[in-house]
């Protein structure tokens, strides 16, 4: 068959949109997984970090569901909701729309661009849980705030929470974000292992300044990624919690694919919190497929986004500028 694929990122993390609203496709749960896999493998012409499939939504404008690299299902996605934000309100002509997403549907909107000519986004991001069993997390506790696991390091203090994906989080110095700990954490949380049977996505934060913060993310299903939307959003609200940052005011959240801003909003200890950033183009193909075989995929057509590209790599020279003069 022949499949259309949208290539876009928001913060270099990058994705390939199946829209199922234009276009007749069919898939079975085994098929989702097993094309995620082979258009998501990096040594093919394609390459990305995971598919999101656009579909038609009976209580919502469209339905996003998230695939990682590895075909594992992910609940949310704050990067790539950004994507199918534009790539909907594109499609119906609107400024912004709900999203229905597997636990949440979630308000989307079309923003100021966060630097010039870059589409930008707003997106909800919610619900925020800190219960450990919604992660879930077995660590013989309600919720872990600022603890240590002695199993998996002797002085990180870690916080978990969902935004509804699951979060392990820890603010360290530019010397830990740069060591090989984080790798050990994640492959250890991400294998099978006791501690977080589902895995988990694993966040080094630094403060880099008052309102700004600096975020590293090994995803679930996936590995190191330029940037995790959920992980920069629930990494500033953990930024909050410790008082480093404020609720009510925006925080830039640094990251290896450029930048974005996060606010979060509080009513009574329960948390929402706005994602806005990027929604960049990449290219646009078309490839052939055996649904049987979809690592035989044969890729027809690819027409690039140039400009799309020259724009965003201003913003992400400017992030990486700051990124090296304020991580220290
Ligand atoms: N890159 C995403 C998160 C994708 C899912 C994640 N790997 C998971 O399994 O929870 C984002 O931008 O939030």
Redesign the pocket.
């Known amino acids: 068959m022949k499949i259309k694929l949208t290539k876009c990122h928001?913060?270099g993390?990058d994705?390939l949109i199946i829209d199922e609203i234009s276009n007749s496709y069919t898939f079975t749960e085994e098929e989702r997984a097993n094309l995620a896999i082979a258009f998501c493998n990096r040594s093919t012409e394609l390459g990305a970090?995971?598919i999101l499939f656009v579909m038609p939504s009976k209580q919502a404008d469209a339905r996003m569901r998230?695939f990682?690299a590895d075909g594992?299902?992910?609940?949310?996605?704050?990067?790539?909701?950004r994507c199918v934000a534009r790539y909907v309100c594109e499609l119906l002509n609107v400024e912004e729309a709900v999203i229905e997403t597997m636990k949440a549907n979630l308000e989307v909107k079309n923003e100021a661009d966060i630097f010039p000519n870059i589409p930008t986004y707003l997106v909800e991001i919610s619900p925020v849980s800190f219960q450990t069993k919604d992660l879930p997390l077995h660590v013989g506790k309600e919720t872990l705030l600022n603890e240590k696991i002695e199993s998996l390091h002797p002085n990180l203090e870690f916080t978990a929470l969902a935004?509804p994906?699951?979060?392990l989080i820890t603010i360290v110095d530019k010397a830990t974000i740069e060591s090989s700990v984080q790798e050990e954490i994640s492959s250890y949380v991400n294998g099978p292992n006791e501690l977080f049977p589902d895995?988990?996505?694993v966040s080094f934060v630094s403060i880099l300044d008052k309102g700004s913060i600096y975020v590293r993310?090994y995803?679930?299903?996936?590995g190191f990624?330029n940037?995790?939307?959920?992980?920069?959003?629930a990494s500033s609200l953990v930024s909050i919690l410790n008082g480093f940052n404020k609720s009510g005011d925006y925080i830039e959240v640094y990251n290896n694919g450029g930048k974005v801003r996060c606010y979060v909003h509080e009513n009574d200890g329960n948390y929402r919190i706005d994602l806005i950033g990027n929604a960049t183009y990449v290219y646009e193909a078309f490839v052939e497929t055996d649904l049987e075989k979809p690592a035989d995929f044969v890729l027809l057509e690819k027409a690039m986004e140039e400009q799309e590209a020259i724009h965003y790599s201003k913003l992400q020279d400017a992030a990486q500028a700051y990124i090296n003069e304020k991580l220290v």
């Open positions: 928001g913060s993390n994705f970090d995971g998230v990682n594992s299902e992910a609940s949310m996605c704050g990067n790539g909701i935004v994906n699951p979060h895995g988990v996505n993310t995803e679930r299903g996936v990624t940037a995790c939307g959920t992980a920069m959003s």
